[in-house]
């Protein structure tokens, strides 16, 4: 996931969740949180129990979060924020707790009254590859579901829309043809494809690791007849660690209604 696509992930998440956005120069964003969500990922029980035991004012937190700091030339202080760091795996487990699925549609000027809006599946997966090592990666698609056209960084291309829950009455939606669960499965196998066609060395330089490693524990034990509990104990062990894996998640999605 490149700083870019953490950096519209953010804008999405506040937006949605009506924190202001104070500050946003795409290197770094200044969020003023709501009360819900300080209490949902600042952390700070005590504080909130006292503040309500005793009527007091609320006071939420704001956040800065740096998302490129090599492209940085200001002095921010914040919080550097990248695919697998601790803030933005939270705010992806508030996103679930949140909701997995929403339905949005594209914010249109009152003057335009003849505005049709067509309908897209987004959904935002995260792939993780598993062995002694992890990799993660996330995938942003996006299919047209009138036309089955499917676009790649589907999140990044409405970054920009300002969306919102109820359509506005002047204007039209167009209904959908290919039904959302259809339209689920054709993402479920793009994303198989792109496994399928991604370099998997690492599961090569994984097993050449794993059996250096058991040929160092056979050569501790080679002059040992009964094998103790312990060395298959550790055999296993280290079967299970370098043992290659692959994880699809789907972290959130919905339905978008655009022009």
Known sequence: MYPQQVHSYLQKFFQENN?????????????????????????????????????GV??????????????????????????????LNQLFRVTKG??????????IDKMETRAILTPWLGVNYKVTYYSDQTKEILYSLGINLMTGVI??????????????????????HLP?????????????????????????????????RWRKDLRVLEHFYEEVIDKPECYEMEKKAMEEQYKVRIKVEVINGGLFYKK
């Open 98 to 107: 949140l909701g997995a699925f929403v339905q949005m549609f594209e914010k």
């Open 58 to 87: 609320p006071n939420p937190a704001q956040l800065t979060l740096i998302t490129d700091q090599n492209k940085l030339d200001e002095d921010i202080k914040g919080e550097i924020v990248h695919f697998g760091s601790p803030r």
């Open 151 to 172: 676009q790649e960084g589907f999140q990044e291309s409405i970054s920009d829309l300002v969306m919102e829950e109820f359509m506005s009455e002047t204007v039209f």
């Open 19 to 55: 924190c202001d956005i104070i500050n946003d120069n795409n290197y770094y964003i200044t969020v003023q949180l709501t009360i819900d969500m300080d209490k949902k990922i600042m952390n700070r029980p005590y504080y909130w129990q006292y503040l309500e035991s005793t009527n």
């Open 176 to 208: 959908y043809i290919i039904k959302p669960i259809r339209a689920l499965e054709r993402l479920d196998a793009v994303i198989e494809n792109i496994i399928q066609q991604d370099d998997h060395t690492w599961e090569e330089e994984a097993t050449e």
